[in-house]
């Protein structure tokens, strides 16, 4: 039984650069590039139109830029994986980006094996970092202490909300587990239970809208 590859949408105003990319996943096994965009409008209309499965997105660019461009993508096809390709290194760009839709963040000089890591990941419906990202969220994170808010979030339950600070201090389910004494079955029903309410993708997404409403 074979497994269809990856199709990839490649997205950057950079020519050469797009070129580099191209070679670069030529004969990768599990990935096929069915394209490339210069600007975000030509991405956008690229991913109606080839529906790839994951698109390789820059930010920084000429007439929509990558954080519209992802945002408008995901909206109209919510099972494209948007994983951000770019120089831009700072926590803001990464939370807007994760909000945008993006479920992956590398920079750019990022090494090829890192990259189809990123492709693979997505595809497989994970989210990803770039090392020195996760590190600088992380960083982010820890950087000021988490206070409970009884006003956000009035969906959750209380155990939800203590599950959800986990979350958004980083702690993986093993962890919130062990630090709330349950199991890790509940951990992750009390997960997936935060993420329908929340509207949410993901985890990292739970995170960023954790931050945004004063949970840290």
């Known amino acids: ?15 050469e650069f797009r070129t580099g990319l191209v070679a670069l996943l030529a004969g990768v096994d599990g990935c096929e590039v069915v394209g490339s965009a210069a600007d975000g409008h030509e ?23 990558g954080m519209d461009a992802t945002a408008r993508i995901v909206q109209s096809s919510p099972h494209i994986s948007v994983v951000v390709l770019t120089m831009m290194e700072d926590p803001d760009s990464v939370f807007a980006a994760v909000r945008a839709g993006a479920r992956g963040y590398l920079l750019k000089g990022a090494r090829r ?30 950087s000021a202490p988490l206070r409970s808010d009884d006003e956000a979030f009035p969906e959750l339950t209380d155990r ?34 935060i993420f329908a309410k929340l509207q949410v993708a993901h985890r990292a997404q739970a995170i960023v809208r954790a931050r945004d409403a004063g949970l840290g």
Do not use: C, W
């Open 160 to 193: 939800e909300r203590e599950v959800l600070v986990k979350i958004a201090q980083g702690l993986d389910n093993a962890e919130i587990a062990r630090a709330l004494g349950l199991s890790v079955k509940t951990v992750r029903n009390h997960a997936s239970n």
């Open 113 to 142: 094996q890192e990259i189809v890591r990123a492709i693979q990941s997505v595809g497989a419906g994970e989210v990803i970092f770039g090392p020195g990202i996760a590190d600088r969220v992380m960083s982010y994170f820890s």
């Open 1 to 15: 039984m074979t497994t269809e590859p990856l199709r990839v949408l490649l997205v950057d105003d950079h020519e």
């Open 43 to 65: 991405a956008v209309a690229l991913a109606l139109d080839l529906q790839p499965d994951v698109v390789l997105m820059d930010l920084q660019m000429p007439k929509v830029n």
